[in-house]
């Protein structure tokens, strides 16, 4: 398993948002992810983010280290 994005917070109701997600895999067999961020404590919408990250199978296959 990978952590794009790793929470680190304790409390639940304290963490920022991740939704959306959309993933595609190109003719290059590189893995494209775009998802949606917002920041804990913030209205919605306010200070939502697109996020975008490209990797390829190698990299989920060495897991978290």
């Not at 794009?4 to 304290?14: F, Q, R, T, Y």
């Not at 595609?24 to 209205?43: A, E, F, P, W």
Request: charged share 35%; hydrophobic share 30%.
């Amino acid at each position: 398993t990978r952590h794009i994005e790793l929470e680190l917070k304790v409390d639940a109701n304290k963490r920022d948002k991740f939704s959306y997600p959309s993933i595609i895999q190109g003719r290059d067999r590189m893995i494209h992810v775009v998802y949606t961020h917002q920041k804990y404590n913030t209205l919605p919408y306010d200070d939502d983010l697109i996020k975008y990250i490209r990797f390829d199978e190698d990299w989920i296959r060495k897991g978290d280290q």
